[in-house]
């Protein structure tokens, strides 16, 4: 067996013993300890607030998953700027709710005097951690689905797993037209079991493997394959226009320019396809006119379902417009949102105020205007470079990326996560419409901030994927760590004492890369074995 040969197993036994030495030395002068005295100071703040004690009821969880999410990214070699920036985003997000939680508290204090407020949002991060985790490990062990032996068993290529996505992302849009409940005039929600489930979170989270899978594959698509992204993206915009999620609708857009443009050489497609969007975006406002018209002069007698429907979508989206541009129209109704939020930012100024306002949909939809009215404009600021910051590392990510699909995985959700971003924190400001997407990692939401967590560990797990490998510089990366930190011997020791009682060869060549005499393997080793 050759040297080469011994770490060739990404998952070796006594390769993952080398990480866990490696991630416990490297954490000593990791930044990781700033942000572990960010989140203890953060108390203070917290305290000063009134939700002192819900925030130590959080704190736990909250360092546990600061140190096993930098733990985790050191034994993987993932991308720790990611990861630090999201946990800066997830502290803000575990400050802000407490305050809410606590705010509901003082409105009904019998109800939580045996409720736990901080208990749902303790289980939503750790769901939305474990879950993370296992994105990220089927992702290291099955990096390219077209190409891993149990789906070439299977005779899968890479365009019948995007189906097998499309087919189940179909089958929760219907579920959801079929079985939802209606919130906010929105058609999103299933409860399985008691729990509730916003499936458009989970029907975004697919639409980015299935564009990786049929565009990501090749350095020039298939015209089959442009062709069926294409029918795709149709049919799941429909989908969610029916179901009245505009938000989700405009983030998907926004995706499927961004993969367009990335990974389809010929310009041609993407300026055709924004000519398109654009007459038909105006083709479908001058129908939506007529119609109107017709109604209002009693022409149009309701009798066509399709029009109904078709009308009835067009006149939400258009009293969006309406109202963000002229909120005081409806002042107590559908620009209350949009005012009250105005308000906020300007009762918060720069450095946030004591008197707050009540502000609705505070905790999701609105939650970047109410973090100005608590927080001030410059902390709201430094938010919204945290999340630039976690953009363009992600971007270089995707330039330093040979590999086409990966590179395809990981564009695809850093650019939904900043295009998120972008959508609601304009909408809550007025720089847009408003939508009803969420803030990643700072709203609530148990299904948005799973999904938020999913992807930031397939994020880590797409920059990893080089590392794990077994390269000749993995090898001496080794070798340079045991040198400066002098664990040699030890890691020696119990290699070796590992190789006694589990007699196996790579045992026996984990402690001759540790060892690191200089000398070659000795040829008697391995026998007996």
């Not at 803000?92 to 705010?103: N, S």
């Not at 975004?204 to 565009?215: H, N, P, Q, R, T």
């Not at 029918?231 to 799941?236: K, L, P």
């Not at 290699?495 to 008697?524: C, I, T, W, Y």
Request: proline fraction near 2%.
């Amino acid at each position: 067996m050759s040297r080469h040969d011994t770490g060739t197993k990404s998952f070796s036994f006594e390769r993952v013993l080398w990480e866990i030495q490696r991630a416990f030395y490297s954490f000593k002068n990791s930044p990781v300890l700033a942000l572990l005295l960010m989140q203890a100071a953060a108390f203070i703040f917290v305290q000063a607030k009134g939700a002192g004690k819900i925030y130590l009821d959080m704190i736990g969880i909250l360092l546990g998953i600061t140190l096993l999410s930098w733990f985790f990214t050191s034994v993987i070699h993932g991308n720790k700027k990611i990861v630090i920036y999201t946990l800066l985003l997830l502290t803000v997000g575990t400050m802000l709710q407490c305050i809410f939680r606590e705010e509901q508290v003082l409105k009904n204090p019998q109800y939580y005097e045996t409720h736990n407020p901080a208990a749902s949002l303790q289980f939503q991060y750790i769901l939305g951690f474990v879950m993370a985790l296992v994105a990220a490990f089927l992702y290291l062990n099955c990096k390219n689905l077209s190409s891993t032996k149990a789906l070439k068993k299977l005779n899968l290529s890479s365009v019948k797993v995007c189906r097998i996505f499309f087919y189940f992302s179909l089958f929760l849009s219907v579920i959801t037209l079929v079985l939802a409940k209606s919130v906010g005039n929105v058609r999103n929600w299933i409860t399985i079991g008691g729990v509730s489930l916003q499936t458009t979170e989970f029907i975004k989270f697919l639409y980015v493997f299935i564009a990786a899978g049929l565009l990501g594959t090749k350095e020039n698509p298939d015209k089959e394959n442009i062709r069926a992204f294409y029918i795709v993206t149709f049919i799941e915009v429909v989908f969610l226009a029916l179901q009245s999620e505009f938000g989700t609708m405009l983030l998907i857009l926004m995706l499927f320019l961004t993969f367009i443009f990335l990974f389809i050489p010929n310009i041609r497609y993407f300026i055709g396809t924004v000519l398109v969007m654009a007459a038909g975006s105006l083709g479908l406002s001058v129908i939506g006119m007529q119609l109107t018209k017709w109604k209002a002069a009693g022409v149009f007698l309701g009798t066509n379902k399709i029009a109904q429907i078709f009308l009835s979508n067009y006149n939400k989206i258009a009293n969006r417009f309406i109202y963000w541009l002229h909120p005081e129209k409806d002042a107590l109704g559908l620009g209350y949102q949009l005012l009250k939020a105005k308000e906020s930012i300007v009762l918060g100024g720069w450095f946030g105020t004591s008197s707050v306002t009540e502000l609705p949909v505070k905790t999701s939809d609105l939650v970047y205007p109410a973090l100005i009215q608590r927080c001030g404009m410059v902390f709201a600021l430094l938010v919204f470079i945290v999340f630039i910051m976690m953009w363009l590392e992600g971007v270089q990510l995707f330039v330093r990326k040979q590999d086409r699909y990966h590179r395809a995985v990981g564009a695809g959700f850093v650019f939904m996560l900043f295009d998120q971003t972008l959508i609601i924190i304009a909408g809550s400001t007025g720089l847009c419409p408003l939508t009803g997407i969420t803030l990643p990692f700072i709203s609530s939401g148990g299904s948005s901030l799973m999904i938020s967590f999913m992807i930031v560990g397939l994020i880590v797990a797409v920059s990893s994927n080089v590392k794990w490998k077994g390269t000749l510089e993995d090898e001496e990366e080794q070798d340079k760590f045991f040198k400066e930190n002098a664990v040699t011997a030890k890691c020696h020791t119990y290699l070796r004492h590992l190789n006694d009682h589990f007699p196996r060869k790579s045992f026996r060549a984990a402690a001759g890369r540790v060892r690191r005499s200089g000398q070659k393997e000795e040829s008697g080793e391995g026998k007996g074995v």
